[in-house]
């Protein structure tokens, strides 16, 4: 499947430097993160990511953090990874300062925008869109439809994604959903650019070769569907005639009819396959299209007036 591939991927890719883990940490963070005080708890279905969260804590944090493992019960529910962070003072100063959470007056919460100040190098806006991927991101199967979306509570977020991914030229647009905010591309060069920015390098690969599949079915397919009307048209049209001419010749012979009409009645029997437009080229003079459609009807009309006839 191309989303848990991409998903994957994205989560293997450990950055080296540490301001982008620092970046990346604070998106998964922001996205994934609840407060259940005195903890802060990082929940995760995907196992690649749970690791990744727990080497960030070791780096970042200097510890190593708890991790339960929820095992889903069948069926839809999956395995809950839960990396659980005991709220310190100083723990709680590196998240702060991580712009994942914020304290005032009526005590801490969720922090609502972008933390712009981790934010200034590339490498680090590339790690933070990984990360919000990672947290909250979702990319639509490319043979269905080119969709990639970040899903967040606020709108403020959602006005800081829009942002990053404008300084690597591509727009997306914002949604309001039931429970906060989608982000999202449409568009082949959108995803690919985005999956590109956050360093997904097979899913820009498998993207590129559905794109060029889709583009030659698409022209195959066009083509085949109009030729193939086409044909089954002239096909239908000249198996008439030629019932038509047969049936004359049958019952009153095609000597009997004017010479003109004789003409094109042993043309068509002798060249089936052929349009009007190649039948008319072949008398001489040749006529029109229009005039050998004309004979035609007539001939069809006569094949009919036979029909009591001995049919
Ligand atoms: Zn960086």
Known sequence: MFYTETKGELARTMPESKCCKLSEFSAIARSLG????????????NAASARKIMSFVNVIFGFKPRMRLIHGKGGRSRNQHIIQ?????????T???????????????????????????????????RGVFLGRGYV???EKEYHMEFMTDSSEHAKGIVQLAESFN????????KKGYMVYVKGGDDVAQLLRVMGAHSAVLTLESVRVLRGVRGDVNRVVNCETANVT?????????????QRIERIIGLKSLAPGLQEIAELRLANPEMTLRELGQLLSPPISKSAVNHRMRRLIHIANSLNGKMG
């Not at 591509?170 to 959903?177: D, E, G, H, I, Y």
């Not at 048209?233 to 001419?245: M, R, T």
């Open 34 to 45: 609840r407060l259940e005080m005195p903890v802060f708890e990082i929940r995760t279905e």
């Open 85 to 93: 962070l005991l709220l310190g003072k100083k723990t709680l100063e």
């Open 95 to 129: 998240l702060k300062g991580l712009g994942v959470m914020s304290e005032s007056g009526s005590g801490i919460s969720m922090e609502n925008g972008i933390p712009w100040h981790l934010l200034s190098r590339q490498c680090c806006r590339r790690a933070y869109l």
């Open 140 to 142: 639509q199967n490319p």
């Open 170 to 177: 591509v727009t997306p647009k914002v949604a309001p959903r």
């Open 233 to 245: 048209k002239a096909v239908n049209a000249g198996l008439s005639q030629i019932d038509a001419i």
